[in-house]
């Protein structure tokens, strides 16, 4: 059965345009096509990569952050409640309403002492400001060395400036040695991606990312198996291009230089929605859809492809939304948002709303406290009961 499933998948007609076979893939000593197995090398390859980014982050990105003044938030920690820690283990981590008044009964505490142990208790398990920064650091050092890596493979390459030379003699495109290193490079990364997500900063579209990268991992697995190498690349360097300016911007932002993170918000603003909304589509979705069908008919493998492009052009115009918006607020308020994409500090805005119920709560029982006594002073004057005031407004003192 095994071997049928293989025999079905690897199917000529799904993979190659109609009139081509495996047979005329055929390697040679000096012609080399991009074949299937190669793509485990990636596995391990990753590997490398997530064990080379626990030694940066700790190397380099740690004492950088210190150096730098990025000081982690002191948050209060939850009180040690049995009940409470299994509530938050076993059920949810935000009860309702009336779960918190269950709650409140079997702990003997009080409703508003409840709630707040759950809110610190989130807040314990939410990234501090050095993992943010850390994570930051790695993911520019990457697209850095990844974007400069793209410019040198294809500066020289004709696709590059030339639309139609990604579908000249394809698929009998022999695969390159740069470009064999430059796709492992990009598949690497997405894999450890993957591999240290449940370790990585969640942030508000969480579920996207995860869309997006398993798109991604099955557009560069699928590009090379098909050999849409040349496409491949131009979707690849497109992508790092952006994304160089993105992370210095979180680092900035950790580092609270406000007016150089804003700044770059900008120019990042611009570089991504002038690539993704702009280039992307031109130049490897059109080209993709039209330009390609000048050489072969349409086949499962056209449609394959451009369906993962479509699914990450509307990733794209997601991000892009959230990215309008923010910039339409930098420029009505002229300060940045909060990022719309991180993880929110619920203890930040909590806590100084506790705080002014208990100042509101305090001062409400001092103001009565003191006029029950008839002291109540204004501008400095004496308290009343030390005064005794005449018919004719003179004060005598007692």
């Known amino acids: 059965m095994a071997r049928s499933l293989y025999e079905w998948l690897w199917q000529h007609e799904f993979w190659l345009p109609p009139g081509i076979t495996w047979e005329d893939m055929q390697e040679s000593e000096d012609i080399h ?14 590997l490398i990569l997530v064990v080379i980014r626990c030694a940066f982050e700790r190397a380099i990105a740690l004492p950088l952050s210190t ?10 920690k939850a009180q040690p409640n049995p009940v409470l820690e299994t509530f938050y283990s076993m059920h949810c981590k935000n009860p309702e309403e009336g779960e918190l008044i269950s709650l409140s009964k079997q702990c003997d505490l009080p409703v508003r002492k409840v709630e707040r142990w759950f809110r610190h208790r989130r807040n314990m398990d939410r990234p501090s400001l050095s993992k943010k920064f850390c994570e930051a650091c790695w993911r520019f050092t990457f697209y850095i060395i990844s974007f400069f890596t793209g410019l040198a493979v294809l500066y020289d390459k004709p696709w590059l400036w030339d639309h139609r030379e990604c579908w000249t003699g394809y698929p009998q495109q022999p695969l390159q040695p740069c470009l064999f290193w430059y796709y492992m490079l990009e598949l690497s990364f997405y894999w450890s991606l993957v591999f240290t997500l449940p370790f990585d900063v969640k942030r508000k579209d969480f579920k996207e990312q995860v869309v997006h990268h398993a798109a991604t991992i099955f557009l560069i697995s699928f590009s090379y198996c098909a050999n849409y190498i040349r496409i491949g690349t131009l979707v690849m360097v497109i992508h790092d291009a952006s994304d160089c300016f993105l992370e210095p911007t979180k680092i900035f932002n950790y580092m609270k230089w406000k007016k150089t993170c804003d700044s770059l918000f900008m120019i990042f603003s611009a570089v991504f929605l002038i690539s993704r909304l702009v280039i992307y589509p031109y130049k490897v979705l059109y080209n993709t859809y039209y330009y390609s069908m000048e050489i072969f008919q349409p086949f499962f493998g056209y449609y394959f492809v451009n369906t993962l492009l479509i699914i990450l052009q509307l990733l794209h115009v997601f991000w892009s939304c959230l990215i309008i918006h923010m910039v339409y607020k930098f420029i009505l308020q002229g300060t940045m948002e909060k990022d719309m994409r991180s993880d929110t500090e619920e203890s930040d805005k909590d806590e100084e709303r506790d705080k002014i119920k208990e100042k509101e709560k305090n001062g409400t029982t001092y103001f009565s406290n003191v006029t029950s006594n008839g002291y109540i002073q204004r501008n400095g004057s004496e308290p009343l009961s030390s005064r005794a005031h005449l018919a004719n407004g003179h004060v005598k003192e007692r």
Do not use: M
């Not at 150096?67 to 209060?76: A, I, M």
């Open 33 to 46: 096509y991009p074949q299937p197995r190669d793509l485990l090398l990636s596995i391990p390859f990753a």
């Open 67 to 76: 150096k730098l003044g990025v000081r982690d938030k002191q948050r209060p």
